[in-house]
């Protein structure tokens, strides 16, 4: 199972909530374990420099939209050097692509039949130069995004709310936008920290480590199918 029991609520069951990396998307972890290896750093050293001072370093800062990415870069630099290895942080943005995962786009597309549904995603803004080299590609990518997103009732995104998960105030935000309450939602994401808090609010959560087993336990939780 994932990172909850499941438990019998089919009948209060809403509202199925996503986030996007790691979940709609393919996990961008694994694009830093590829950066890792290349550049010689430690395993694990990326997530291990986000992870410290979670509430106030230059990723919690840039998904709040407290800074942009040219202050990004120098301020993820500093602190990833302050912990051994200097670390570019305008490169790292740029391994957040990710490719869609046609599977969980077709669970949202079904489950946003017979239930309402929303987006949970921490993001920030990244400007681009429309005359830049991969411009056609930003446009076909940037259109392939918004026809997922309009499968949404709701996106909640951290760059416009100014909060970010795992602050509870996030999920507080994504009910009253959805008109739900929190026991009547499921909510998917493949970090941990982010479905505690989600949890202790009531929703049932599903951690999202194989995408598969996460669909499986999503089916079960809202008692229909969400495959071909």
């Given at each position: 199972?994932?990172?909850?029991?499941?438990?019998?609520?089919?009948?209060?069951i809403?509202?199925?909530?996503?986030?996007?990396g790691?979940?709609?998307?393919s996990?961008p972890?694994?694009?830093?374990?590829?950066?890792?290896?290349d550049?010689?750093?430690?395993?694990g050293?990326?997530?291990?420099?986000?992870?410290?001072?979670?509430?106030t370093n230059?990723?919690?800062?840039?998904e709040r939209?407290?800074?942009?990415?040219?202050?990004?870069?120098p301020?993820?630099?500093?602190e990833?050097?302050?912990?051994?290895?200097?670390?570019?942080?305008?490169?790292?943005?740029g391994?957040?692509?990710g490719?869609?995962?046609?599977?969980?786009?077709?669970?949202?597309?079904?489950c946003?039949?017979r239930?309402?549904?929303g987006?949970?995603?921490?993001?920030?803004?990244l400007?681009?130069?429309?005359?830049?080299?991969?411009?056609?590609?930003?446009?076909?990518r940037?259109r392939e995004?918004q026809?997922?997103?309009?499968l949404?009732d709701?996106?909640?995104?951290s760059?416009?709310?100014?909060v970010r998960?795992?602050?509870?105030?996030?999920?507080?935000?994504a009910?009253?936008?959805?008109?739900?309450?929190?026991?009547e939602?499921?909510?998917?994401d493949d970090l941990?920290?982010n479905?505690?808090p989600a949890?202790?609010?009531g929703?049932t959560?599903?951690?999202v480590?194989?995408?598969?087993?996460?669909?499986?336990?999503?089916e079960?939780?809202?008692g229909?199918?969400?495959?071909?």
């Amino acid at each position: 199972m994932g990172d909850a029991p499941l438990r019998s609520l089919r009948a209060v069951i809403r509202a199925a909530l996503f986030d996007f990396g790691g979940v709609i998307l393919s996990s961008p972890f694994e694009a830093f374990a590829a950066y890792e290896a290349d550049r010689g750093l430690p395993e694990g050293f990326l997530r291990r420099v986000n992870a410290t001072d979670p509430d106030t370093n230059a990723w919690a800062c840039l998904e709040r939209s407290e800074i942009g990415p040219a202050e990004f870069g120098p301020r993820f630099a500093a602190e990833s050097a302050a912990l051994g290895h200097e670390v570019d942080g305008l490169e790292v943005l740029g391994l957040l692509q990710g490719t869609l995962r046609p599977a969980m786009v077709e669970a949202v597309r079904r489950c946003g039949e017979r239930l309402v549904t929303g987006l949970l995603t921490n993001n920030f803004v990244l400007a681009r130069d429309p005359d830049g080299p991969d411009a056609v590609a930003h446009v076909d990518r940037e259109r392939e995004m918004q026809e997922v997103l309009a499968l949404f009732d709701a996106v909640v995104e951290s760059s416009k709310v100014g909060v970010r998960k795992p602050d509870p105030r996030f999920y507080e935000l994504a009910c009253e936008t959805l008109g739900i309450e929190p026991s009547e939602a499921v909510f998917l994401d493949d970090l941990g920290v982010n479905l505690k808090p989600a949890r202790a609010m009531g929703m049932t959560t599903i951690k999202v480590v194989d995408p598969d087993v996460a669909l499986a336990e999503l089916e079960a939780v809202v008692g229909f199918p969400l495959r071909a």
